[in-house]
């Protein structure tokens, strides 16, 4: 299955051109029919490692749908005069399927973050979506996934969601997606924000499309990650 949206490409990644609502519907359509999808969430520093790592390039490729997860990407389309509509974020897909899972009585699989912070999402998790089936929840710090997969094989979630950061998730759904006719997501840090371990910018922030900037200012251990969007702005203006 390839995505079922338009397409706009950015330094050989192909995000997909629409709006949250209507992607969430397509998602929410794609699980209820046991279809087979993997979704990523890329923003600008997933685009220059994949455009300096040709396998992983051609994991991204084989995904069903990428998602404009980053201002960056929409200022990038917007260079190409080719904009995008929304951004469209892990986090904010992340809480969709989730309270779409909790209300239709779904169930996901939990894989990322360190120990603490998959204990607290247990407990968030149950608080907040009583209804979502727990099919499993791990934390990422692990020497062999084969007991986990063997665990996602055995009760077939119709969610797994992946937060052990690029381009080890994108990798992991890639191997092992054919063992679970459902939706793989890899969503980054996620875990460690609804878990309460790290704050969301502020609205302000979120509304001025400045998240990456709080987050940098907020976390130095982020700050040199910060540095990839510029040359990726610089790429995207030699490459038009």
């Given at each position: 299955?390839?995505?079922?949206?338009?397409?706009?490409?950015?330094?050989?990644?192909?995000?997909?051109?629409?709006?949250?609502?209507?992607?969430?519907?397509?998602?929410?359509?794609?699980?209820?029919?046991?279809?087979?999808?993997?979704?990523?969430?890329?923003?600008?520093?997933?685009?220059?490692?994949?455009?300096?790592?040709?396998?992983?390039?051609?994991?991204?490729?084989?995904?069903?749908?990428?998602?404009?997860?980053?201002?960056?990407?929409?200022?990038?389309?917007?260079?190409?005069?080719?904009?995008?509509?929304?951004?469209?974020?892990?986090?904010?897909?992340?809480?969709?399927?989730?309270?779409?899972?909790?209300?239709?009585?779904?169930?996901?699989?939990?894989?990322?973050?360190?120990?603490?912070?998959?204990?607290?999402?247990?407990?968030?998790?149950?608080?907040?979506?009583?209804?979502?089936?727990?099919?499993?929840?791990?934390?990422?710090?692990?020497?062999?996934?084969?007991?986990?997969?063997?665990?996602?094989?055995?009760?077939?979630?119709?969610?797994?969601?992946?937060?052990?950061g690029f381009p080890k998730q994108e990798n992991l759904i890639a191997k092992y997606r054919h063992v679970n006719n459902g939706l793989w997501i890899g969503i980054g840090g996620s875990f460690d924000v609804l878990s309460g371990h790290v704050i969301r910018a502020p609205k302000f922030w979120q509304d001025h499309h400045l998240e990456w900037l709080y987050r940098g200012l907020t976390d130095?251990?982020?700050?040199?990650?910060?540095?990839?969007?510029?040359?990726?702005?610089?790429?995207?203006?030699?490459?038009?």
């Amino acid at each position: 299955m390839k995505s079922h949206f338009p397409v706009v490409n950015v330094l050989g990644v192909s995000f997909i051109n629409t709006t949250n609502a209507k992607f969430i519907h397509q998602l929410t359509q794609d699980i209820d029919e046991r279809k087979n999808t993997f979704v990523v969430t890329a923003n600008p520093e997933i685009v220059m490692y994949a455009d300096s790592h040709p396998d992983y390039a051609a994991t991204i490729k084989d995904a069903d749908y990428v998602t404009p997860d980053g201002i960056g990407i929409i200022k990038g389309t917007q260079m190409l005069n080719q904009p995008l509509q929304e951004r469209i974020t892990g986090y904010d897909t992340f809480l969709s399927l989730l309270k779409w899972g909790n209300d239709q009585h779904k169930s996901a699989y939990f894989l990322g973050a360190k120990p603490k912070v998959i204990l607290d999402l247990k407990k968030v998790l149950t608080k907040t979506y009583p209804n979502l089936v727990i099919a499993g929840i791990h934390d990422g710090y692990f020497d062999n996934e084969a007991p986990i997969i063997n665990d996602i094989k055995e009760s077939q979630p119709d969610l797994v969601f992946v937060a052990l950061g690029f381009p080890k998730q994108e990798n992991l759904i890639a191997k092992y997606r054919h063992v679970n006719n459902g939706l793989w997501i890899g969503i980054g840090g996620s875990f460690d924000v609804l878990s309460g371990h790290v704050i969301r910018a502020p609205k302000f922030w979120q509304d001025h499309h400045l998240e990456w900037l709080y987050r940098g200012l907020t976390d130095p251990k982020r700050a040199k990650r910060l540095l990839s969007l510029p040359k990726y702005l610089l790429k995207v203006k030699k490459s038009k």
